[in-house]
Nanobody, 115 residues
Framework: QVQLVESGGGLVQPGGSLRLSCKRS????????MAWYRQAPGKERELVAA???????KYADSVTGRFSISRDHAWNTLYLQMNSLKPEDTAVYFC?????????WGQGTQVIVSS
C-alpha cells in the first residue's frame, strides 16, 4: 500500500505563488506516472499536471505556462510549483500515483486564491 501526503496549500493573493509537495511512502516499486489533480466546489476532479517515468510532462491548458510539475530522483516527493495564481485556481489539490496497476490518492491540500 502506498501512502501519499500533500502539503503546501494555503491562502494566497491573485498573482502569487505556492509550491505543493506530495510525499510518497517508501516502496520498492516506482510509479509509472504521478500527477496532481484538483477539485473545485461543485465541480468534477480534473487533471492539472502529470509526470511520467520517462520524464514527459503534461499540463491542463488552463495552467500551461504558470504551473510546473517535478519530482525527486527516487519518486519520494512530487512537487507542483504554481505561479501567477488566479481565483479560478481555488480548489483542493490531490496527489495521485499509478504503480503496478493500482492507483493511489492523497487526502488533498486546500488552495485558496483570493484578495
Amino acid at each position: 500500500q502506498v501512502q501519499l501526503v500533500e502539503s503546501g496549500g494555503g491562502l494566497v493573493q491573485p498573482g502569487g505563488s505556492l509550491r505543493l509537495s506530495c510525499k510518497r511512502s517508501r516502496s520498492i516499486y516506482s510509479p509509472v506516472v504521478m500527477a496532481w489533480y484538483r477539485q473545485a466546489p461543485g465541480k468534477e476532479r480534473e487533471l492539472v499536471a502529470a509526470i511520467y517515468a520517462g520524464g514527459t510532462t503534461k499540463y491542463a491548458d488552463s495552467v500551461t505556462g504558470r504551473f510546473s510539475i517535478s519530482r525527486d530522483h527516487a519518486w519520494n516527493t512530487l512537487y507542483l510549483q504554481m505561479n501567477s495564481l488566479k481565483p479560478e485556481d481555488t480548489a483542493v489539490y490531490f496527489c495521485n500515483a499509478n504503480q503496478r496497476g493500482s492507483t493511489f490518492w492523497g487526502q488533498g491540500t486546500q488552495v485558496i486564491v483570493s484578495s
